[in-house]
């Protein structure tokens, strides 16, 4: 009996390890330089290290990757079962339509500027085995690696192209009102409230060519190199001038010079459904991280079912770590906040010192 209990439990662990084997056997790829945990993956290095040299001016945090989030946006977004139900084509959402009929969908005006990286995306995608629909997710996750303290971001592949192109009204624009703006995330993938603020922390790393077309490449925030919070923070300042002309559509005042504020993100971040989520990720840079990371995963496959990709997030390089810390940027300080969660004091942050912060525009590539 005890030899038969014995031999039992052998079997037993020599199945787990088997098990454990097969989860975490690796395959060599054509390369000779890297492994993947399915083939499938193997090819994206390539395309990896050609896109960080070659559109990411060697893996810099800059306004192609500015861009390649925005576009990720852009395409995913595109779908409304709302519009589906009527009997009419409702979009694929993440499907590469945005490039794929960028004669048609850069004419959209939420859309506008958007065919500059689609047209410089172009080449990679005709010189590499992968689909448009692909690439557009995969470059802004790629890109976003290049920022310290932004989370790694999970990367699938296996999406059909697009054959047709999404429907005009289904990307938020920055003048639209907070209800519009939540109703568009619901309908497009049940996206929460909370989601909703987390994927717009993209606008930490993020500037503005065409809201004022005089000032391009105007940044959010004080620090559009990196991930982190200031975003979350100078939208709560009280806003007092402009960094261009003003009377831009979309556009209210900031609280410093050479800062862009759409009136959209500053709704949102005094709204009673969103600021105290908002104020939430003031310092907090952990949780910025991974609400972030999993409001961009949902995101990246909507049109898709998830089980029918291969995730290849293991291609994706660890950003570096953050290098800042939350403060007020140097001038401004806790009397110049807009409270506007009701339940909870906005935290104690220190100014940075020295003379009154301005910002400097994101330089073209």
Known sequence: MAFKTLASLVSVLAALQAANGAITRRVSCPDGVNTATNAA?????????DIQQNLFDGGECGEEVHESLRLTFHDAIGISPAIAATGTFGGGGADGSIALFEDIETNFHANLGVDEIIDEQRPFIQRHNIS????????GAIGVSN????????????????TQPAPDKTVPEPFDTVDSILA??????NFS???V?????SHTVAAADHVDPNIPGTPFDSTPELFDTQFFIETQLRGTLFPGSGGNQGEVESPLRGELRLQSDSELARDSRTACEWQSFVNNQAKLQ??????FRKMTVLGHNVNDLIECSEVV????APASNAHFPAGLGHNDVEQACASTPFPTLPTDPGPVTSVAPVPPS
Do not use: H, M, Y
């Open 41 to 49: 993956c193997c090819s994206l290095f390539a395309i990896r290290d």
């Open 147 to 162: 920022c310290p303290g932004a989370p790694r971001l999970d990367v699938f592949v296996g999406r059909k192209d697009a």
């Open 184 to 189: 568009r995330f619901a309908d497009a993938g």
């Open 290 to 295: 991974s609400a972030f990371k999993a409001a």
């Open 193 to 195: 409230p909370a989601e």
């Open 317 to 320: 390089p660890t950003p570096p």
């Open 197 to 201: 603020v987390a994927l717009l922390a």
């Open 132 to 139: 448009t629909a692909d690439f557009i997710q995969f470059a």
